[in-house]
């Protein structure tokens, strides 16, 4: 029988969440929301060190505890020392919460340099294979847990000149179905989050490009069913969710956040 009006904590009362790329606006959104809901947090930044630690403060000032990294997610050391990191200072690791990401132009996929390519395909694919790789072992170790990536509504539907985004994400999408299956004996579950067109992060270099970028951001709104942009703070109550009991009996799936744009 169900035990109604009997309150379960969305997240285990040891350990840590552990949120790569931070200092997006959907990994930032990510970590907040995550603190609110209980979690200290160890998060992760490439470059942007002063955001990281603004982030940082916040959360503390919430109560919980809060530490910012530099990581590199195409080095597979890199993020060993931040889950290693994270393992040292609260014991486990329950959450894993992969949003780390480049912003680039979009346009047709033979314009695109071989460096774009590749720089994408290295942060994205083999980033995500990295963060897998140190963080399974450790959410094994700890009795289980959650990963969640980021990916993308373009992976369920095909807009052009949005193949650097939707190619890599389609890769991890597949690899999270793995994990998901691979891993569930070990009480780890793997699910994947979709936006649409966020407001922030590609969105205002979109904004400012030439007239042909414009209209494709004003179409892909104007595609949209709810016909606006998603604010980073919605992508991560789907994040959070999926990362919490409350999701307890889902895995393997990919949430889109998108107000109907791939339907």
Excluded: W
């Amino acid at each position: 029988m169900p035990s109604f009006g009997v309150q379960t904590p969305e997240f285990p009362s040891t350990g840590c969440a552990l949120v790569f790329g931070a200092t997006g606006g959907i990994g930032a959104a990510t970590a907040g929301l995550l603190a609110e809901r209980g979690c200290d947090v160890v998060m992760t930044y490439r470059s942007r060190e002063a955001d990281a630690e603004k982030l940082a403060g916040s959360i503390r000032e919430l109560g919980r505890t809060a530490t910012a990294l530099s990581c590199d997610v195409t080095d597979r050391e890199s993020v060993a020392a931040v889950v290693d990191a994270a393992v040292a200072e609260h014991g486990r690791i329950h959450t894993v919460v992969s949003a780390a990401g480049l912003v680039f132009r979009t346009r047709p996929l033979i314009e695109f340099t071989d460096d774009e390519f590749a720089g994408v395909i290295q942060t994205d694919v083999i980033g995500f294979f990295n963060i897998a790789k140190a963080a399974v072992p450790v959410l094994r170790a700890g009795g289980g847990g959650s990963i969640t990536a980021l990916i993308t509504t373009a992976v369920d539907r095909t807009v052009p000149t949005d193949a650097l985004s939707a190619t890599p994400k389609a890769a991890v999408a597949m690899m999270m179905r793995m994990l998901a299956t691979e891993e569930a004996a070990n009480g780890i579950r793997a699910n994947a989050v979709g936006p649409g067109v966020v407001e922030g992060g590609m969105v205002p270099p979109m904004r400012d490009a030439d007239n042909a970028t414009r209209d494709l951001l004003e179409l892909a709104v104007g595609q949209t069913p709810l016909a606006r942009l998603a604010l980073p703070e919605e992508v991560a109550e789907a994040i959070a969710f999926l990362a919490s009991s409350k999701a307890s009996y889902i895995t393997g799936q990919r949430l889109m956040v998108d107000g109907g744009l791939a339907t």
